[in-house]
């Protein structure tokens, strides 16, 4: 994999005079830019890349921003993604969050909305970096990704949770949890169980195990659980 400078931004647009304009102002503020043409040149660029963030279009030709994004998100699970879209698509954009964008712009937009956007997020990256340092902070940050079924991002700090404490029934108790939402019945299951094989009296995984059984699939009857310190 290709290396790029730190707080590297990739801009997916078929526009040419929207690529020049993002690239120039991000550039002048410091930070590193590529540009793609369409959605095909931008999975390659953040297949071979290393992007802390990416501006995709929502509207192009061919491959629009919503099958760039799930192609994105399938590469690099904790991508951050914004979307820019024109007026009158904001409920797809919304729709895109869902699937794992972290905001969106609405055509057209300032520079200084670009700027402040671009060091929102790049901020609250460098923050989480030096903050999921424990297993307590990690999977609270897990859970706020279920709770916005991002399972993607939720699954990458889930399985680190686990390396970090095994005997911990917490993050088991959560994949099952996030396997659940996404249908794979069987897979949350396993998670309540390998959680229940760590601490059999572990009350979350107890009562999602059982509830699972009975086919009550809902939201609202999962239970999270508390961190196990």
Not at 7 to 12: K, P, R, T
Not at 64 to 91: C, F, Q, R, S
Not at 178 to 196: N, P, T, V
Not at 201 to 217: D, F, M, V
Request: hydrophobic share 40%.
């Amino acid at each position: 994999m290709r290396t790029m400078p730190k707080q590297a931004v990739l801009i997916v647009d078929d526009e040419k005079n929207i690529r020049l304009t993002l690239g120039t102002c991000l550039e002048a503020a410091g930070y590193a830019v590529e540009l793609a043409v369409n959605g095909e040149e931008g999975i390659a660029k953040a297949r071979e890349g290393d992007y802390q963030l990416v501006f995709l279009d929502m509207k192009m030709p061919g491959m629009d921003g919503i099958a760039v994004l799930k192609n994105l998100k399938e590469l690099h699970p904790a991508l951050n993604v914004v979307m820019m879209t024109a007026y009158g698509t904001v409920e797809t954009a919304v729709t895109a969050m869902k699937l794992g964008a972290v905001d969106y712009l609405r055509k057209p937009f300032s520079p200084e909305e670009l700027l402040e956007l671009t060091e929102t997020i790049m901020r609250r990256q460098t923050l989480a970096a030096d903050q999921v340092q424990d297993y307590h902070s990690i999977v609270e940050l897990a859970k706020g990704f279920i709770v916005k079924q991002q399972f993607g991002p939720a699954k990458e700090w889930l399985q680190k949770a686990v390396a970090m404490d095994t005997v911990n029934p917490t993050a088991f108790n959560l994949l099952g949890v996030m396997y659940e939402m996404e249908g794979e019945l069987q897979l949350g299951q396993k998670m309540y169980r390998a959680a229940l094989s760590i601490d059999p009296s572990y009350t979350p995984a107890i009562e999602n195990l059982n509830r699972s059984a009975q086919w009550q699939y809902t939201q609202q009857g999962m239970n999270l659980g508390e961190t196990e310190k």
